[in-house]
């Protein structure tokens, strides 16, 4: 007996029609359209034997919102997030981030020196760049300030 033969006959006779059109995704199958099976893509059988159609279940959603988030419609401080600080005993520096939706321009990092009993010594601003952020993007900044024992970010400021 030869099934061997006869299996790969068949299969590639099945194979072969549905292989000679490409399946992509946003593509429609012909093949299946005029398919005589009435069953629905994305379906459940229930126990008395009815079909229910899930297909609005089973459909790809589009994606709610973006990958970058922002806060519209909040003052130029929330929008501009102070990522990271440091203070090297000689120099300020760090990075900030727009989070709005909107281009930021002029963005300046305000801080204040404080001294050992954390007294106010000293304050002012270092102007980050790039000049201008889109959504999303983040900039630097870094200026000598007065020495010391600790100095600290208070917020952003930037022009829209």
Same mark, same amino acid.
């Given at each position: 007996? *030869? =099934?061997?033969?006869?299996?790969?006959?068949?299969?590639?006779?099945?194979?072969? &029609? =549905?292989?000679?059109? &490409?399946?992509?995704?946003?593509?429609?199958? $012909?093949?299946?359209?005029?398919? &005589? =099976?009435?069953?629905?893509?994305?379906?459940?059988?229930?126990?008395?034997? %009815?079909?229910?159609?899930?297909?609005?279940?089973?459909? %790809?959603?589009?994606? /709610?919102?973006?990958?970058? $988030?922002?806060?519209?419609?909040?003052? +130029? /401080?929330? %929008?501009?997030?102070?990522?990271?600080?440091?203070?090297?005993? *000689?120099?300020?520096?760090?990075?900030?981030? *727009?989070?709005?939706?909107?281009? +930021? %321009? !002029?963005?300046?990092?305000?801080?204040?020196?404080?001294?050992?009993?954390?007294?106010?010594?000293? !304050?002012?601003? =270092?102007?980050?760049?790039?000049? $201008?952020?889109? &959504?999303?993007?983040?900039?630097?900044?870094?200026?000598?300030?007065?020495?010391?024992?600790?100095?600290?970010? $208070?917020?952003?400021?930037?022009?829209?």
């Amino acid at each position: 007996m *030869n =099934i061997l033969p006869l299996t790969v006959a068949l299969s590639s006779l099945l194979i072969s &029609p =549905i292989s000679a059109r &490409p399946l992509l995704a946003d593509s429609t199958n $012909t093949i299946a359209q005029n398919s &005589p =099976i009435d069953e629905p893509f994305c379906y459940i059988k229930t126990p008395d034997g %009815k079909t229910v159609d899930l297909g609005k279940l089973c459909a %790809k959603q589009p994606a /709610s919102g973006t990958s970058q $988030t922002c806060i519209p419609g909040s003052n +130029i /401080s929330a %929008k501009v997030s102070i990522a990271a600080a440091n203070y090297d005993g *000689n120099f300020f520096s760090g990075q900030v981030l *727009n989070r709005g939706c909107k281009i +930021i %321009k !002029n963005v300046k990092v305000n801080y204040e020196v404080l001294d050992e009993s954390g007294n106010l010594i000293d !304050n002012g601003f =270092i102007e980050a760049e790039p000049v $201008t952020l889109a &959504p999303g993007q983040s900039a630097v900044f870094r200026g000598a300030v007065v020495a010391g024992a600790k100095v600290q970010a $208070t917020h952003a400021d930037g022009q829209e």
